[in-house]
């Protein structure tokens, strides 16, 4: 399965952005697609997962202002990101894998990354 992200940039404080990542190679047999996302010094963070039943889950730090959704015909995953706050800055990283995940190592399917950063 090959992912590929899209969609990060800049923005200011309390602005959205619209990350997309695209699946293509096998996909069909992916059951859970997630967004994490990595700043400089820190470790991987989760942000959301979309499973194939249609059941989503989301971080602390994301809920309430992050929307995960998934097009399983388009084999795509976007995440709506608003109220964007300094802290959200990071690579954003789409992940796959073939079972209902629940912790990173169980992700074997990851893309390349996009850089989202928030500044004034």
């Known amino acids: 399965v090959q992912l590929q992200a899209s969609g990060g940039g800049l923005v200011q404080p309390g602005g959205s952005l619209r990350l997309s990542c695209a699946a293509s190679?096998?996909?069909?047999?992916?059951?859970?697609m997630a967004w994490f996302r990595q700043a400089p010094g820190k470790d991987r963070q989760f942000v959301a997962v979309?499973?194939?039943?249609?059941?989503?889950i989301y971080s602390d730090s994301a809920k309430g202002r992050f929307t995960i959704s998934r097009d399983n015909a388009a084999n795509t995953l976007d995440l709506q990101m608003n109220s964007l706050k300094p802290e959200d800055t990071a690579v954003y990283l789409c992940?796959?894998?073939?079972?209902?995940?629940?912790?990173?190592?169980?992700?074997?399917?990851w893309g390349q990354g996009t850089q989202v950063t928030v500044s004034s």
């Open positions: 190679g096998g996909s069909g047999s992916v059951t859970s």
């Open positions: 992940a796959a894998s073939p079972i209902a995940a629940a912790t990173i190592d169980s992700y074997p399917y």
């Open positions: 979309y499973r194939s039943m249609g059941s989503v």
